[in-house]
């Protein structure tokens, strides 16, 4: 099994993580996730290990109802739509008619335009303009990525997270940068503003966030605001 599941399977559990995100980014313009028995037997064994203790969010390369009605079957929470919903909003659409409540759209920009394909390219839609409109077909919750940041470990780009959160009445989930304590103090005191969460990956894989300490850090911060 490849080193980030068995991480995966390990960690996840016992940090008091609200979630797990898996990614398939190999998919994302290539062939559809679901020829990949490699990917198929990750994600089964991810959600054998956290036995339905949190949810689990799944995105890269999802274009087909099928293959949302499959992870969902499969125990998945949520899937996360990016490139396509963009390319083919129709399907989107479809998507949060079909499995309500389960859909997630993930918009990466770049100054304020979303980038498909693995970031391969950029379009010329601004992210405010789509995410509204995604907003009305209902999609759950929004993932905004900064992929000027996403891997950098420079810090969470809050002050264009925000500004999109305000637009919007669908949570957002914050993506790229995020390094270490003070980024999730900085998340959380925005958290009002419609942040539900954020995603990380190397700071954790590299060592500048100790997960379990970060997301106890989030709980007695979201805590105190709520006694407030």
């Known amino acids: 099994m490849p080193q980030f599941f068995?991480?995966?399977?390990?960690?996840?559990?016992?940090?008091g993580s609200g979630r797990a995100r898996v990614a398939c980014t190999w998919s994302t313009s290539?062939?559809?996730?679901?020829?990949?028995?490699?990917?198929?037997?990750?994600?089964?064994?991810?959600?054998?290990?956290?036995?339905g203790a949190i949810p689990?969010?799944?995105?890269?390369?999802?274009?087909?109802?099928d293959t949302i009605e499959h992870y969902l079957d499969l125990g998945v929470?949520?899937?996360?739509?990016?490139?396509?919903?963009?390319?083919?909003?129709?399907?989107?659409r479809d998507a949060c008619s079909a499995f309500t409540g389960h859909v997630y759209v993930g918009?990466?920009?770049?100054?304020?335009?979303?980038?498909?394909?693995?970031w391969s390219k950029l379009t010329g839609h601004d992210v405010v303009d789509l995410a509204k409109k995604f907003e009305e077909y209902g999609a759950e919750a929004l993932i905004y990525t900064d992929i000027g940041r996403d891997g950098m470990l420079t810090g969470v780009n809050i002050e264009a997270t925000v500004a999109l959160a305000?637009?919007?009445?669908?949570?957002?989930?914050?993506?790229?940068?995020?390094?270490?304590?003070?980024?999730?103090t900085a998340l959380s005191k925005v958290e009002s503003e419609g942040i539900?969460?954020?995603?990380?990956?190397?700071?954790?894989?590299?060592?500048?966030?100790?997960?379990?300490?970060?997301?106890?850090?989030?709980?007695?911060?979201?805590?105190?605001?709520?006694?407030?």
């Open 77 to 92: 929470s949520y899937v996360i739509i990016g490139t396509a919903a963009v390319k083919t909003p129709g399907f989107l």
């Open 56 to 65: 689990v969010q799944l995105g890269g390369g999802i274009r087909d109802l």
């Open 6 to 15: 068995q991480m995966t399977r390990r960690l996840w559990p016992s940090s």
């Open 30 to 51: 290539t062939a559809p996730p679901l020829a990949s028995q490699k990917n198929q037997a990750g994600i089964r064994a991810i959600l054998e290990g956290v036995n």
């Open 196 to 228: 539900m969460g954020a995603i990380t990956g190397r700071a954790v894989y590299q060592g500048t966030l100790d997960f379990s300490a970060a997301q106890k850090l989030a709980d007695e911060l979201s805590a105190k605001k709520g006694k407030a």
């Open 107 to 118: 918009l990466d920009a770049r100054d304020g335009k979303v980038a498909v394909d693995g």
């Open 166 to 184: 305000r637009q919007l009445t669908m949570p957002i989930i914050a993506s790229g940068g995020l390094a270490n304590l003070d980024d999730v």
